[in-house]
């Protein structure tokens, strides 16, 4: 339950601190006192968004701090996931600075918003006049009636697998879209591969080519240079092999005489071995060399295909043209691929449809069963609230399309007399019985919710009297299951609670404050007498207010 509320620096709130109890609160306050402020400052730490507007001095940090007994709720399991340090008495606080940044804390730990708004859910529902008119709304019906059949789990399940099976069909149409643009694409791919595959490129040829053409263009000079290298080497009349030839025979007649032309022998030896080896090598080359027109031109027209190709597929080498010859053949054979693929995807989506619609059948069948409970006990409970002649119904139906929620769609009918013929709600209640329905099902689902606090935001707009008194009761009924703070106008509801607060304004220098404070039990008497006649001091209000009180 909510043991303790912080404000400060939150519109006209300077600074309040206010302890709550178990049972009934109430709150009240005259118009404009500021409990719809209060109502907000609370509504911070359940994670609604806010902005700079809700601070009351623009150069100072706005904080709402809330102090919770979480102990009998079972909620280890939620600070577990969430990493979060466990308490029995958890603190939830919002800070809102000057920048206009919002900072969120559970038990002093930061954490996002969706994080301290999911572990309030669990801790406090706040209803208020805006729920009202939702109880038109179909998606928050079938919630209601949900909550009653104890769903929660089932309904978990089926909407994990709801998220899956949506996931699996957007994966499905990609899938399906990706192997039409293939499958447009497929001659146009298997062109391009056909030409890469016909002109049978080698890594390494293209250099090999060049390097060929360009000593093909040269063949006569490299011909005619080393077959007249070749010649002068070894010619047999002048060459200058025959004539290093008699120098060395002569050096070695000398070495017996003339000790120091052993070396140079050697030395010149050397020499005409390396010459002759060069003249032998150039006459080789001089006699392989030919200018071969067909060659040349089978080369160039080899270099043609490549340069050609290279251009039309914007690469500048053999090997990246065959990385483009790999990847097309990976696209074809992907194609292909696209079918097994897609057969593998319908057989899931069959398979999570089925077990979507088994669940679905389960959420439906829970659901219609506990429509005659539903139907009965908000009959009875408006028959309380001076609704005699009062008719709710639950008309279900099933939809084609399975939904976030399953497949079924649930109007909420009522009828207030006799003779009028039962119609939706949106189109047929008034405020006053909008609000007694409301009670009847919030009452109805305080059995079926483990939430520690209920807070009811002017619940009996539209009603007053007898009617009041009897609300009240219901309210007082429900506090004995759970906390309930519930924010009126009426005395006779009032006067029901366990304990009470009051709203009120006050004035320092130039400056309005709002604030709240517990009221005794004499202060409680003028505070009711104020409700019912305007006047504190008037001493048939003040009896009256006593009376109700007792």
Excluded: W
Excluded at 237 to 244: F, N, V, W, Y
Excluded at 429 to 437: P, V, Y
């Amino acid at each position: 339950m909510l043991q303790s509320l912080y404000i400060k620096n939150y519109a006209l709130i300077d600074k309040l601190s206010i302890e709550f109890n178990n049972g009934f609160n109430i709150i009240t306050g005259e118009t404009g006192a500021g409990k719809s402020i209060v109502l907000g400052a609370l509504g911070l730490i359940l994670g609604q968004r806010a902005d700079l507007s809700v601070l009351r001095d623009k150069h100072k940090k706005c904080t709402v701090e809330g102090s919770f007994a979480v102990k009998e709720y079972r909620l280890e399991e939620f600070f577990v996931e969430n990493e979060l340090d466990y308490d029995d008495h958890t603190i939830l606080r919002r800070e809102i600075t000057p920048a206009g940044k919002s900072r969120a804390f559970i038990n002093d730990t930061p954490v996002n918003l969706k994080t301290i708004r999911e572990l309030a859910l669990r801790l406090i529902d706040i209803h208020s006049q805006h729920q009202n008119l939702e109880l038109g709304n179909r998606l928050f019906q079938l919630k209601l009636i949900d909550l009653v059949a104890k769903n929660q789990s089932l309904l978990s399940n089926y909407q994990k697998l709801f998220y899956e099976y949506t996931e699996t069909k957007a994966e499905y149409s990609a899938l399906v879209s990706k192997a039409d643009q293939a499958k447009k694409d497929l001659d146009y791919f298997q062109f391009q591969f056909q030409q890469l595959d016909e002109a049978k490129l080698k890594a390494g040829e293209q250099g090999e080519l060049e390097s060929e053409q360009n000593q093909l263009e040269h063949a006569e000079d490299i011909k005619l240079t080393f077959g007249q290298l070749a010649e002068d080497l070894d010619s047999e009349e002048q060459g200058i092999l025959l004539r290093l030839k008699e120098h060395v025979n002569r050096l070695n007649k000398m070495r017996d005489y003339f000790p120091e032309t052993k070396e140079l022998h050697q030395r010149l030896e050397s020499c005409y071995l390396e010459l002759k080896d060069l003249a032998d090598e150039s006459l080789v080359v001089a006699e392989r060399v030919e200018h071969d027109p067909a060659r040349i031109q089978l080369v160039a027209e080899r270099l043609d295909l490549i340069y050609s190709l290279q251009q039309k597929f914007h690469v500048a080498t053999v090997e990246e043209l065959l990385g483009v010859q790999e990847d097309l053949d990976q696209k074809i054979g992907q194609v292909a691929s696209f079918d097994e693929e897609i057969a593998r995807f319908e057989r899931l989506l069959i398979e999570q449809e089925a077990k979507l619609k088994e669940l679905a059948a389960g959420l439906t069948k829970s659901r219609t069963g506990v429509a005659g409970t539903v139907q009965q006990s908000v009959v009875e409970m408006l028959q309380k609230l001076g609704m005699p002649n009062a008719v709710f119904q639950l008309y279900f139906e099933l939809t084609d399309q399975l939904g976030v929620m399953g497949n079924d769609e649930v109007r909420f009918l009522f009828s207030a007399n006799k003779s009028a013929e039962a119609q939706e709600i949106s189109k047929i209640a008034s405020g006053g019985e909008m609000s007694r329905l409301m009670l009847a099902l919030k009452s109805l689902i305080t059995d079926s919710t483990s939430l520690p606090t209920i807070v009811f935001d002017e619940i009996d707009t539209g009603i007053s009297g007898e009617i009041a008194l009897k609300m009240g009761d219901i309210l007082k009924g429900i506090s004995a299951k759970m906390q309930v703070i519930n924010i009126t106008h009426l005395p006779q509801i009032a006067a029901k609670g366990d304990h009470h607060y009051q709203v009120y304004k006050f004035d320092e220098g130039e400056k309005t404050f709002t604030s709240i404070r517990k009221l005794e039990n004499s202060e409680r008497v003028d505070e009711l007498a104020q409700m019912l006649s305007g006047d504190r001091n008037s001493n048939t209000a003040r009896e009256t207010a006593r009376e109700l009180l007792e």
